[in-house]
């Protein structure tokens, strides 16, 4: 028997935007392991470092870039910076987002804009940057992180977030339909309840009502964790999945079947 290496990334140059924490920090560690070579893209340059540090000292390849997926410039010159240091681009997880919480009724426009800007035009804009290099070169894997709330209501007071996550869901099936013939695979994981520290202050900033994502919700019991995303994730950028392409997993314990 040959080793299986279907589930690695080597030498594979992957960008991860919001790389800086939680979810997409677990995603650029486990794309280190597999043997890619990391752009860990966040807005917050510090918490970029400290992924992209935390990697090297672990063995792996990785360097921090700080960028606003909403600002248009911005993207355009991190693509450009991945394409001039590494000679090309394979793997992209659009992970970046924001996530506060606000009663239907009391959300205005700048509200409205600020979740758009970020969860829907950011995974836009790095979507059309990485493809666009992407099919100037040998194809890719695009994995976009949405949320089960973008199937299901969860929670009151998540309205807009829920919006821009479905928003997620059609251009990843869009991209997918579109540049499949060129080799790019887009795909989405869909994360059910995740403790991180961003989702924990969404939650403790307002009060939430409605059905919760309880062990009694949840098939398989528990709470998952953010090794369950970034698992599926590396799935998903990795010959495993090699003919796979268009498709919305949900990693939620079997919440949605709930």
Known sequence: MTQNNAFRLDDRIA???????????????????????????????????????????????????????SNEHEVIALFEQVIGQH???????????????????????????????????????????????????KGGSIVNISSVSSMQAVVHHNGTYNATKAGVNSLTRTTALEFGPDGIRVNAVLPGGIPTPGARTASAAIELKGPIMGEGRIPLGGIGDVQDIANAALFLASPASRYI??????????FLVS
């Not at 804009?125 to 990485?130: P, Q």
């Open 15 to 69: 960008v991860v935007t919001g790389g800086g924490a939680g979810i997409g920090r677990g995603i650029a560690e486990t794309f280190a392991l597999a043997g890619a070579r990391v752009i860990v893209a966040d807005l917050d340059a510090a918490a970029a470092q400290l992924t992209a540090d935390a990697i090297t000292e672990a063995g792996g390849q990785a360097h921090a870039v700080a960028v606003d997926v």
């Open 87 to 137: 000679g090309g681009l394979d793997v992209l997880v659009n992970n970046a987002a924001i996530f506060p919480k606000k009663p239907f009724l009391e959300v205005d426009t700048a509200f409205w804009d600020s979740l758009q800007a970020v969860n829907l035009r950011g995974t836009f804009l790095c979507l059309r940057e990485a493809i666009r290099h992407m099919k100037a070169g």
């Open 245 to 254: 392409t268009g498709q919305l997993l949900a990693v939620d314990g079997g």
